[in-house]
């Protein structure tokens, strides 16, 4: 694909740092643009997130437009309007119509909200009420979300997670990543227990004898030795994550002293 690269300075930005804008020739895409931003030591940056972060409290990104690389105070106070809109509403008690309305069981994994259809009162409309309570599922739904990773904010896919060895998934097709989504899915969307498939039958017909209520896995328990070793888990985690944002810290510093003794020189 041919691009066209554009780099100017960035007057909204401390001095140094350069804004590209990469204009697409051909393909499907032609004609639109992505923006890229430099600091002065020649770090690259693709979106206002990573560029608030990197510059941390230094410069008030609230109102900086990062396509046009321009400060827009109009943004800002339309931000502040709406904001003060959304706490208007909230204080007069403005009730939350959405709640009441019924949820798509069967479309997609996430609750959705449907059209709620009210007959005529004139109409005498019979109910089976053990109808009403059932509601249909879709069997091996799972297997829907096969082969879709997860990605962070610069488009790298995320590592898969690695479950336990007492989880063992059930059903045709059945993998690791189909269980992991299996029982995130189950944890989202309902508040009751998790226990994998208690009946033996399940796993000799899982067609007929599936409690769809339950994740795509045999029936398992979680020890007081797993717990343990879970709460280990997280405690290293939060010390990677301190250590990391110490380091962090300090190369910034380090940084920010390098810059000021260049412009001082």
Known sequence: MIMERKKTDCP???????????IRKSGLSAGKSDVYYYSPTGKKFRSKPQLSRY???SVDLGCFDFRTGKMMPS??????????SDYLSLSKGKPDLNTALPIRQTASIFKQPVTKVVNHPNNKVKTD??????????????????????????????????LPKGL??????????????????ALHMSSAP????????????????LNTSQPLCKAFTVTDDDIREQELK????????EEA???????????SRRDTQGRAA
């Open 12 to 22: 909204a930005l401390p001095p140094g740092w350069k804004k590209e804008e990469v």
């Open 234 to 241: 997280v405690h290293q985690a939060r010390r990677s994550l």
């Open 75 to 84: 943004k800002m106070q339309k931000n502040k309007q709406r904001l003060r």
């Open 129 to 162: 009420l053990q109808r009403a309570t059932e509601q249909p599922r879709q069997l091996f739904w799972e297997k829907r979300l096969k082969g879709l990773r997860s990605s962070d904010v610069s488009e790298e896919a995320l590592r898969t997670m690695d």
């Open 245 to 255: 944002l110490m380091a962090d810290s300090l190369a910034r510093a380090a940084e």
């Open 194 to 209: 998790i226990t994998g498939q208690t009946s033996s039958a399940a796993e000799k017909n899982p067609a007929i004898w």
């Open 55 to 57: 510059l941390g409290n």
């Open 168 to 185: 063992q998934s059930i059903g045709p097709d059945s993998s690791d990543e189909t269980l992991l989504s299996a029982i995130a899915s």
